[in-house]
């Protein structure tokens, strides 16, 4: 049976196949890590957001496993109702602690968290400013709150203060991601903030790819933005902490107003009370994670001076485990990805729309759970193909 509606969807399908924009997912077998089973190849994988190696890691295992015999699988109820485990709350003390913050939230998803945030906290009369090159997800959220949405350049502090000198809107909002996830460069946060008191806007720092690695893994907030009661920041905890979730960390008064008003935090079963047993997990072992971070470390170093040079492609400037080989054309990228994989090694081809055109790239993730060797082979191998 067929009708115009499925009729018109699968001419979009054809269409996007015919535009080679169509996307197929990969299937991974067994766990998460620096080598990896996917579809049905082994391979050294630059590509998870897993930059601490915890994915899989025994004593995550270990606390899976132990509070999965306690408390079982589902939550069975949302946060307000009887789904709030002690679990969830002891993560949100120990998390906000961390970071230096009053209180924290704990979201299943950061993009839910993105979502319950910027809904939340602005009026129909408000406004968000937010970089261009924010998150797919911090975008959904300042259109879906309802309040003018102003984009300014990358990181472009001169045009975002002209735009909040110029609104009269009653409620600012700046959005910025804090490790910006396609480039790997990290958000002004100091000059940010400055703008944020001077024009009186909340300034909410989205740290997806910094909270884990920077700053012995409290995150990418200077000592002046964690004290600032205007900043509320988001960690997401399915990269470096290997679990799931997002926390948000803010004054006490920020986190009443979500528990209140937030509807993706309200009508939502809250998460498996397990994984934030894991969580309490992942968060010791990023403050023990001074090892993984140095590998982490030099890691980046060996594979930026291993690039140099490289004439097919320039590494993006990134002190970050995101370390982005600009290639130009969608067709370079993709060709150079495909050569990678016959030699089993997966690195990803970011390709516009998803980054502007021309500056197609190779984005490569490293993570602790590499070796000195994995990257030395990533490095050979491109020199192999330049
Ligand atoms: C991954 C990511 C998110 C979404 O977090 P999830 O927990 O995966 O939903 C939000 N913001 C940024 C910058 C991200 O990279």
């Not at 998460?32 to 890691?57: E, P």
């Not at 789904?83 to 602690?97: K, M, S, T």
């Not at 991601?177 to 989205?206: H, I, K, Q, T």
């Not at 997966?346 to 993570?367: C, E, F, G, K, Y």
């Amino acid at each position: 049976m067929t009708f115009a509606a499925l009729t018109r969807l699968q001419q979009g399908l054809a269409a996007l196949k015919d535009d080679h924009l169509e996307r197929h997912r990969r299937i991974l077998d067994g766990a998460q890590g620096a080598h990896a089973t996917i579809d049905g190849q082994r391979v050294i994988s630059f590509c998870s957001n897993d930059y601490l190696g915890l994915a899989a890691d025994p004593a995550l295992r270990d606390a899976a496993h132990a509070a999965l015999d306690q408390c079982g699988v589902g939550a069975g109820a949302a946060h307000l109702i009887t789904g709030h485990h002690r679990f969830h709350d002891d993560f949100e003390a120990a998390f906000a602690r961390f970071v230096g913050k009053p209180a924290a939230l704990l979201f299943s998803s950061g993009y839910m968290a993105n979502l319950g945030v910027l809904t939340t906290l602005l009026a129909k009369k408000g406004e968000v400013f937010a970089d261009k090159l924010n998150h797919a997800s911090l975008v959904d959220a300042a259109q879906l709150s309802g309040a003018s949405f102003t984009r300014y350049r990358h990181n472009d502090l001169a045009q975002l203060e002209g735009q909040l000198a110029a609104s009269a809107a009653l409620g600012k909002l700046i959005a910025s991601d804090l490790v910006f996830s396609m480039d790997g460069d990290v958000a002004p946060v100091d000059a940010l903030l400055d703008l944020a008191e001077r024009y009186d806007a909340w300034l909410y720092l989205d740290d997806a790819h910094g909270f884990g690695v920077l700053n012995d893994g409290r995150g990418g907030l200077t000592e002046r933005a964690r004290a600032s009661d205007r900043v509320i920041y988001l960690a997401t905890l399915g990269k470096a902490a290997g679990v799931a979730g997002a926390a948000v960390a803010a004054h006490a008064s920020v986190i009443d107003w979500l528990i209140q008003k937030a509807r993706p935090y309200i009508y939502t079963t809250a998460s498996p009370p397990l994984l934030a047993a894991c969580l309490l997990e992942s968060l010791r072992q990023i403050e023990a994670g001074g090892t993984r971070r140095a590998q982490l470390q030099r890691l980046i170093v060996q594979l930026r001076a291993g690039l140099a040079g490289l004439k097919r492609g320039t590494l993006m400037a990134s002190d970050t485990p995101i370390q982005p080989l600009l290639i130009g054309a969608n067709a370079d990228a993709v060709a150079l990805s495909l050569a990678l994989l016959q030699r089993d090694l997966l690195v990803p081809a970011i390709r516009t729309p998803t980054v502007s055109a021309n500056t197609a790239r190779l984005r490569i993730t490293l993570s602790a759970a590499h070796s000195a060797d994995d990257v030395a082979q990533l490095i050979q191998a491109l020199h192999a193909l330049d």
